[in-house]
């Protein structure tokens, strides 16, 4: 191996060895760099393909016939159990490169690289791309008015509030706080396909 880290910091093992190793540390910058960039344009390609395939999905046929069954008892729970789970991933996302330059070494910026990509590009654009196919093919009922949205989210909110408060034990206080959270992004979800369903208000 050209590199070494038993001094905290990645260095050639010639400067630790007190050698003369100018051209390898020259090969080691350049591989360094190689391996730096690389990584990053595969991050991408690994965060950005799906969402090409999933936008050309959208599109297809097959694709829409297949969105058109899915109703909303299913798909707004789902996003807002997705959004639940980005919200997560992003607040845990320190931890998780931690963990991985704990795991990983020197090399930690390889698989953090693509933890970063998933949580700030594939995740939220795959959401984006599949609301905007599903509003296309779905139009939100005209008793879900924007009042009775956020007045039901209010609601749940208040209930699951008194419930985190009044209760002795931490995992129902726990659920009570995941249930504020998750009320508030499907009345989020909703509100987003009421503007998509009216686009007169969108423009």
């Not at 639940?84 to 990983?104: D, E, I, K, P």
Request: hydrophobic share 60%; aromatic share 12%; proline share 4%.
């Amino acid at each position: 191996m050209l590199w070494s880290s038993s001094s905290g910091a990645a260095e050639p093992l010639c400067f630790a060895r007190n050698e003369s190793c100018a051209w390898t540390s020259d090969e080691g910058i350049l591989g360094m760099t190689i391996l730096w960039i690389a990584s990053i344009v595969a991050s991408l390609a690994i965060a950005i393909w799906p969402l090409v395939v999933l936008r050309r999905w959208g599109r297809s046929p097959r694709g829409q016939e297949t969105l058109r069954g899915w109703r909303p008892a299913v798909v707004v729970p789902a996003q807002a159990a997705v959004a639940l789970l980005w919200l997560v991933m992003l607040f845990g996302l320190q931890w998780t490169v931690y963990a991985l330059y704990q795991l990983a070494g020197d090399l930690w910026y390889v698989p953090a690289k693509l933890a970063i990509t998933t949580v700030f590009i594939l995740v939220p654009g795959g959401v984006i791309i599949f609301d905007a196919s599903w509003f296309h093919l779905h139009r939100i009922p005209r008793q879900w008015t924007l009042g009775r949205i956020w007045g039901m989210a209010a609601l749940l909110l208040l209930a699951s509030a008194m419930l985190a408060a009044t209760s002795i034990s931490t995992a129902i206080s726990v659920g009570g706080v995941v249930l504020q959270i998750f009320s508030v992004l499907s009345a989020i979800f909703l509100t987003a396909w009421w503007i998509a369903s009216h686009p007169v208000v969108a423009n």
